[in-house]
Antibody, heavy 121, light 109 residues
Framework: QLQLQESGPGLVKPSETLSLTCTVS??????????WGWIRQPPGKGLEWIGSIYYSGSTYYNPSLKSRVTISVDTSKNQFSLKLSSVTAADTAVYYC?????????????WGQGTLVTVSS | EIVLTQSPGTLSLSPGERATLSCRASQSVSSSYLAWYQQKPGQAPRLLIYGASSRATGIPDRFSGSGSGTDFTLTISRLEPEDFAVYYCQQYGSSPRVTFGQGTRLEIK
C-alpha cells in the first residue's frame, strides 16, 4: 500500500522560506506513470495545486506561484520536496503531497495526510 | 487556463435522497482527465471518480459520474450519513497542470 508522508516545520515567519518534504513508502517514486505534486488548502477554503515533478526532475508549477516555488526530487531517498519563498500569512494552509497518475485515465490517486503550516511572526 | 465552476456551492439534502452535483469547464475537457474527490473535515481528499465516470477502488456504486465536453455531473443515488462532505472536481490541463473546482458542500438538511 502506497503511503505519502509530509514533514517540515509547522510555523514559518513572514518573508522566510517554507520547506516541506514528502516521503513515499510502499512504492517507487521512479515510476514512469506518475508525477508527484504539492497541493494546499487554506483554512476553510478549497484546494490549490502548487506544482508537480517527474522522477527525472521535470517540473510544472501553478503560474500564480511560479516565481516563489521550487519542487525537487531525490530518487535515492524516495522523496520530493517543496520550497516556497517570501511567505506571507496568505500562505498559511494545510499542505498535501500527492501522487498524480498522468496516464489515461488520469487522477490524483494517493494523498498524504496533510500538514498545517502557519505563517506568523 | 481552464476554470472549473461547481454548482451549487452548498446542497442541503436528507439521507436517502438523491444528490446531483455539477462541474462546468470554461472550455472543453477530455473526459479521461476529469476526476471527482470527496473531502471530510480534517481529512485529505479521497478519489471517487476518474475518467469522468469510473469509480475508484472501494467506492460504493451509489456514486456515479457522467458528462463530457464542458459539463460533468457527480450523482449520489441514495445519500448515506457518511456522504455528507465537500466534493471537488478536478482536471488536468496540458502536461500535468491541475485545476480544481471550488467545491460543493453537501450538508444534512
Amino acid at each position: 500500500q502506497l503511503q505519502l508522508q509530509e514533514s517540515g516545520p509547522g510555523l514559518v515567519k513572514p518573508s522566510e522560506t517554507l520547506s516541506l518534504t514528502c516521503t513515499v513508502s510502499g512504492g517507487s517514486i521512479s515510476s514512469s506513470s506518475y508525477y508527484w505534486g504539492w497541493i494546499r488548502q487554506p483554512p476553510g477554503k478549497g484546494l490549490e495545486w502548487i506544482g508537480s515533478i517527474y522522477y527525472s526532475g521535470s517540473t510544472y508549477y501553478n503560474p500564480s506561484l511560479k516565481s516563489r516555488v521550487t519542487i525537487s526530487v531525490d530518487t535515492s531517498k524516495n522523496q520530493f520536496s517543496l520550497k516556497l519563498s517570501s511567505v506571507t500569512a496568505a500562505d498559511t494552509a494545510v499542505y498535501y503531497c500527492a501522487r498524480l497518475r498522468v496516464v489515461v485515465p488520469a487522477a490524483i490517486d494517493y494523498w498524504g495526510q496533510g500538514t498545517l503550516v502557519t505563517v506568523s511572526s | 487556463e481552464i476554470v472549473l465552476t461547481q454548482s451549487p456551492g452548498t446542497l442541503s439534502l436528507s439521507p436517502g435522497e438523491r444528490a446531483t452535483l455539477s462541474c462546468r469547464a470554461s472550455q472543453s475537457v477530455s473526459s479521461s482527465y476529469l476526476a471527482w474527490y470527496q473531502q471530510k473535515p480534517g481529512q485529505a481528499p479521497r478519489l471517487l471518480i476518474y475518467g469522468a465516470s469510473s469509480r475508484a477502488t472501494g467506492i460504493p456504486d451509489r456514486f456515479s459520474g457522467s458528462g463530457s465536453g464542458t459539463d460533468f455531473t457527480l450523482t449520489i443515488s441514495r445519500l448515506e450519513p457518511e456522504d455528507f462532505a465537500v466534493y471537488y472536481c478536478q482536471q488536468y490541463g496540458s502536461s500535468p497542470r491541475v485545476t480544481f473546482g471550488q467545491g460543493t458542500r453537501l450538508e444534512i438538511k
